[in-house]
């Protein structure tokens, strides 16, 4: 049947990943775009991931932590979600079965059939955010098709999507009318991929003033 694509919030939530190499330094970097806090658990753990807390803001709260030692069950316990992505298949089956059974998400690197989500293919832009997944059956797909999408999306989207947000509370007290609420959104963010990265929120308030006294008039 396929798996849908759920966009949730992982702000604050407290993911496990067990393993300390190359593949668990990507997973780490993707997700902490997202804002989570992270705990690594490996009994060796590469440079490569700790460089990923180096690259947060100093004065950030902790969200990546470390313990650099064998991974113990009660590790996972009370954890968001959990990603195996140690090289060692069996260890893999192990956190698998225990999330499984304690009802935790989990991802199984490179092995899709112990996985009960999917980590996708990103494309991240501001406020954008573009997930693309094979059911696991191809990540190598995945990731041209990520590329691929990436190469035409056009600059500033979002920039202009972020100030989308910022504008749509004015628009939603402005405008009563839902119909016409949803045209001048439209024109809006038309307008703003006018203007590309140019575009200020200033200006975004000005047309749209002139939009709303002119369907007026």
């Not at 694509?5 to 407290?14: C, D, S, T």
């Not at 947060?56 to 969200?63: E, F, G, N, R, V």
């Not at 307008?191 to 000005?206: A, C, L, R, V, W």
Request: proline residues 4%.
């Amino acid at each position: 049947m396929g798996y849908f694509p759920f966009f949730m919030e992982i702000e604050g939530k407290h993911g496990v990943v067990v393993g300390g190499g190359k593949v668990a330094a990507r997973k780490v970097e993707k997700l902490l775009l997202f804002g989570p806090v992270l705990t690594v658990i490996a009994p060796v753990i590469d440079k490569s991931v700790r460089r990923q807390g180096e690259l947060l803001q100093k004065d950030a709260a902790p969200s990546l932590l470390f313990r650099e030692r064998a991974v113990l069950m009660e590790d996972l316990s009370g954890a968001d979600f959990v990603i195996a992505a140690t090289d060692d298949a069996v260890q893999n089956g192990r956190i698998a079965a225990y999330c499984r059974t304690a009802g935790i998400p989990v991802n199984v690197v490179d092995d899709r059939e112990k996985c009960t989500f999917f980590f996708p293919a990103l494309i991240k832009d501001g406020s954008l955010t573009i997930g693309i997944s094979t059911d696991g059956k191809s990540p190598a797909a995945a990731s041209w098709t990520r590329q691929k999408i990436a190469e035409i999306l056009p600059e500033g989207l979002g920039t202009v999507i972020d100030l989308m947000g910022q504008i749509r509370p004015a628009v939603m007290q402005m405008e009563a009318d839902e119909a016409a609420r949803k045209k001048l959104l439209t024109k809006l963010f038309l307008y703003g991929m006018e203007k590309e990265q140019d575009i200020s929120e200033e200006e975004m308030m000005n047309f749209l003033q002139a939009a709303l006294q002119k369907g007026h008039e």
